[in-house]
Each structure stands twice: as structure tokens, then as C-alpha cells.
């Protein structure tokens, strides 16, 4: 062991006489420690929240959207989806219908979002339909609704022509929390209100249409759950009487990281009277907020780091005080005041890293806990999501270590500049 390090490891082994010096040592490496953990553990609750988003975000919605810009929507979509599907780092498209509507059952009414699409192209760009956890998403797919008709006219006042018209009714998808608000269930009958209406002489009427929900999804994200509804593609031309148009065609891309720059070429194959939008636009409020969050909270949170820096300064300089005597002693014996000055800097060194590393510890098993075991539960309706997500990166690890192991060694510096400034023949003029 080096010379400095081995006197600056005796120091710190308070004596009965230093036991306040020892005292508040300890406090100081408390205080790292807990400084520390607090950094690692808010780093992953950010991480958490931003991964956690990001990860339904994606899953819910397709990384880039076409639009026509003033037009009611696309009417050649067939071919223009073919084409763009060509287009380099396009991995699927798929064509969808995005309208305002009113969903009701019996008294209880709820606004929603009605999206209307074809599953087998959805499941390509979007994870959605995978979240139906009560019902199936299958009948999605199914073509029954002409024969359910003709069964219904063989025999319609029987209870068969009853099933057969219930069977009839084409399907829809409901959010969990907006199934609870309607209490629908699987085989419940919605009424699904539009409000572009037909022109009639008694002025526009809204039109409206019967829908059986055979599914209900659940995808952890509130703001789906409690106002996305799913029909079929052609239900939903002919619910807003749109005939063979769409309102945006989906894609999904091999680098979510350049969808800006893939947006913009789309948009360009497209040719004008089209825009794009991508995931990163719609949400750029969402990711700049989490992102200043992260800079407050580092900041924040770091002046515990700062405060049992201003412990080690001062448990530094006592120590200087108190070992007066001894720092003389060795000066006169040929210690270099370099070496004094490295003896109190490997002291405070020494405190940073023991604190540093119980701090990581502490930290990383916190967030391992939360994250696992989801300790920490939130409002949906407020947060989007039911539990506080943990997401530790060691990159978090190693930069907090860094700066906690900074600011002790900068605490140093003064105590061992004054060490290093005692004389001998003063220091012992009345020994």
C-alpha cells in the first residue's frame, strides 16, 4: 500500500479522543451514500417512465401517418399504399379511419375515438390488437354480417331471428376503462353515434348504428383504454358514409430513431397534397418533459451529494486540527508536502468511494425491487399507467459514481492545501 493511502486509511480509524471526527465521518459517508442511492433510484424512475411510454406509444400507434391535407381522405389508397410500401425501411402499412363518435348503452354514454381498420394489416403496424384480453379480436376478420342478415329474414319473429340479428350486428372493440364507464361486457349491444350526419329537410341528422362488442383491450395506457373504441374498415365507410376513402394510411418503420427522416420521404413519394406526421412530433412535448425532468431531478437530488461533501470538508479540516502535531512530525522527518496533501486527499477519496458504492448498491437493489415487484402504484387516470416503472442503466450508474467521487475529491482540497502548509517548528514550538 502506498504511503499516503496507508496514513490516510489510519486516520480515518477514529480513537476514543476523535470519536466526533469518526462521528462524522460516518454521517459523510451516510450522506454520499444516500445521495447516491437517491440519484439511482429517481434516474430509473425517469428511465422507467420515458422506456415505459415510449414502449406504449409505439406498441398503440404506427411510427409514421399519411394524410391527405384538404381533402375529406384518400381515395386511392390501394395503389398508394403499394407503392410506399416499396419505399426503403418500410416494414408495413396499413389503412385506417379516425373519427369522432358517441358511444352509448342505455343511459350511460361516453365520447371515444372510433378507429376503423383491417386487423390483418393492423397487427403489422401496431400491437393493439394484441391487448384484447377479454373476448377475442377475431371477429374482427369475419365476414358474417350478410349472413347473419339472411338468416334473420328466414325467421324473424322467433328467438332464433333474435340471436341472428344480435349476431348480425357488426362487432366493435372497446377500451377497458370505457367498457367499465358503459358497463358493456362481451355481448353487450352499443349504439355508435356519429356526428356528420345525413342533410335532411328537418335539418342534419346524426346517423347512427348498432354495434355487438366482442372484445375488450387493455393496453395499460389510459388514455386508449378510456376513449379508443376498433371496427372493421368497411363498418366504418359505411357508418360515416365515406364510400371506398380512408382518413390515413400507417406505416411501420426498421428505425424508429429516423422516423423524421423517413416521414419526409414518404412524404415526398406521396407527392403533394399529402403531410406526414411520425410518433416523435406527436409525443415531442411528452419526451421534452421527461427529458427537463431528468436535468431538475439530477440537479436536485445531487445536493445531497453536496451537502455530504460539505461534511467531508469539514470532518477534513478537524482532522487537520486535530493532527497537527502529527503532520509536523512527519514533515521534519522528510515527508514532501505533496505527500501531506495527497494523505487528506486519498481521505476524502476514500470516503467518496465507500459512499459511492454502498449508494450503487442500495440504489440498484431499490430499483431492482420496484421494478419487479411493482411496489409503488399510481392513478391511471392521472399517470397513464397503474405503477411507478424502474428502468437502472448502468451508464446512470457509472456518471452518478463519477460526479459523487468529483465532488469529495474537490471537498479536499482545501484541508489538505492547509496541511500541507503547516510548519514544523511552529506546529511544535510548545511540545
Do not use: C
Not at 3 to 26: C, N
Not at 57 to 65: A, F, K, R, V
Amino acid at each position: 500500500m502506498r504511503f499516503e493511502l496507508f496514513v490516510a486509511a489510519r486516520y480515518l480509524r477514529a480513537k476514543r479522543r476523535q470519536a466526533v471526527i469518526g462521528v462524522i465521518t460516518g454521517i459523510s459517508i451516510a450522506g454520499v451514500a444516500a445521495g447516491v442511492a437517491s440519484l439511482v433510484v429517481a434516474l430509473a424512475i425517469n428511465n422507467g417512465f420515458r422506456q415505459d411510454l415510449q414502449d406504449r406509444l409505439l406498441g398503440s400507434t404506427s411510427h409514421i401517418n399519411l394524410l391527405r391535407i384538404q381533402s375529406d381522405g384518400i381515395s386511392d389508397w390501394h395503389l398508394l399504399m403499394d407503392r410506399l410500401s416499396k419505399e426503403p425501411h418500410i416494414v408495413a402499412a396499413a389503412p385506417a379511419i379516425y373519427e369522432q363518435v358517441l358511444i352509448s348503452r342505455g343511459p350511460r354514454a361516453r365520447g371515444a375515438v372510433l378507429k376503423g381498420m383491417i386487423p390483418s394489416e393492423e397487427r403489422k403496424v401496431s400491437d393493439l390488437l394484441k391487448s384484447v384480453t377479454i373476448g377475442s379480436a377475431d371477429a374482427l376478420d369475419s365476414k358474417n354480417a350478410a349472413e347473419g342478415a339472411t338468416q334473420t329474414s328466414q325467421s324473424p319473429t322467433d328467438l332464433q331471428g333474435v340471436e341472428n340479428r344480435i349476431a348480425a350486428m357488426p362487432p366493435i372493440i372497446l377500451g377497458k376503462d370505457m367498457a367499465d364507464e358503459l358497463g358493456a361486457t362481451v355481448g353487450s349491444i352499443v349504439l355508435v353515434t356519429s356526428p356528420q350526419g345525413e342533410l335532411t329537410p328537418f335539418g342534419i341528422v346524426p346517423k347512427y348504428d348498432r354495434f355487438r362488442v366482442v372484445g375488450i383491450f387493455d393496453s395499460g395506457f389510459f388514455d386508449y383504454d378510456s376513449s379508443w373504441a376498433f371496427i372493421r374498415l368497411s363498418d366504418a365507410q359505411q357508418l360515416f358514409g365515406l364510400g371506398d376513402l380512408v382518413s390515413v394510411l400507417e406505416f411501420k418503420v426498421d428505425d424508429i430513431y429516423k422516423a423524421d427522416l423517413i416521414s419526409k420521404e414518404i412524404e415526398q413519394a406521396a407527392g403533394k397534397g399529402f403531410m406526414t406526421t411520425n410518433w416523435m412530433e406527436q409525443n415531442k412535448p411528452l419526451f421534452r418533459a421527461l427529458r427537463l425532468e431528468r436535468l431538475v431531478t439530477f440537479i436536485t437530488i445531487g445536493l445531497i451529494v453536496f451537502v455530504a461533501a460539505l461534511n467531508i470538508l469539514i470532518s477534513l479540516t478537524m482532522m487537520v486540527m486535530e493532527k497537527t502535531r502529527d503532520i509536523a512530525v512527519l514533515i521534519s522527518m522528510g515527508t514532501r508536502k505533496s505527500q501531506v496533501r495527497r494523505i487528506f486527499i486519498a481521505q476524502g477519496v476514500l470516503i467518496g468511494v465507500v459512499g459511492t458504492a454502498i449508494g450503487l448498491v442500495l440504489g440498484y437493489a431499490l430499483s431492482f425491487a420496484g421494478g419487479h415487484y411493482h411496489l409503488l402504484s399510481l392513478a391511471p387516470e392521472v399517470y397513464s399507467i397503474d405503477y411507478v416503472p424502474f428502468a437502472p442503466r448502468a451508464m446512470d450508474g457509472v456518471l452518478v459514481a463519477l460526479v459523487a467521487i468529483s465532488i469529495s475529491l474537490i471537498a479536499t482540497i482545501y484541508p489538505s492545501w492547509s496541511a500541507a502548509r503547516i510548519l514544523p517548528a511552529e506546529a511544535l514550538r510548545y511540545e
